[in-house]
């Protein structure tokens, strides 16, 4: 059907070589569109995902979680990091904490710990294998929605390239097609203005 409305504007008298060339393009953006879009999507959410998913089984590997007893009520005299989020800064305090190692005994770190807590609460802290407090490891939701973000923003990104091409084509077209009627006009329009005198 669209081939013979092609072949149909091409033998018309006013339809141009660039008329031709913008409808085909036209045709082949939204074929891509259809194919690439969809497929840089998915592949690079999969790509993503299991980046990801590699990258928190190493820090579920190398993080360990222990129960630890609040010692002092929690003091904000060290400043937050810049790691930490801004509900973490407003609702985390510092403070000193104790809790048994089964190889090392009974040790006591510096700590973040909620503003609210107090000598004696249990709270747990995330260990790095250096005995080092650590962030939580990345969970499966963070995981998925890096990995679907990251295919949203491929998918978006093919579709603005392909769309910016066929604009850039269609500037292209209508440019020369202008220059294609200026000149005709230039041949037939002095024809036409001395007819009427």
């Known amino acids: ?45 999969r790509w993503a995902y299991e980046d990801a998913r590699a990258a928190a089984d190493q820090q579920r590997a190398e993080r360990h979680r222990v129960r630890a007893e ?5 003091s904000r005299a060290r400043p937050p990091s810049e790691a930490e989020s801004g509900s973490e800064r407003r609702r985390a305090s ?11 005994g009974t040790r006591t770190a510096l700590v973040r710990v909620p503003a609210h807590a107090r000598p004696g609460d249990p709270v747990h802290v995330w260990l790095d294998s250096r005995g080092r407090e650590v962030l939580p490891p990345v969970d499966d939701a963070s995981v998925w929605q890096y990995g679907v ?8 990104s093919t579709a603005a390239v392909l769309l910016l091409a066929h604009r850039a084509v269609r500037r292209v077209a209508l440019r ?9 006009w230039a041949r037939t329009g002095p024809l036409w203005t001395h007819r009427g005198v």
């Open 149 to 156: 973000g990251m295919g949203t923003l491929a998918g978006g």
């Open 94 to 104: 510092r403070a000193a904490v104790r809790w048994t190692d089964p190889d090392e």
């Open 176 to 184: 020369r097609r202008l220059g294609e009627w200026e000149r005709d």
């Open 1 to 45: 059907m669209r081939t013979r409305v092609l072949s149909r504007r091409r033998r018309g008298p006013l339809c141009r070589r660039s008329d031709v060339v913008e409808a085909w393009t036209a045709v082949a953006v939204a074929v891509l569109l259809c194919l690439t879009v969809p497929s840089a999507g998915v592949l690079t959410t």
């Open 70 to 74: 609040v010692l002092e009520r929690p």
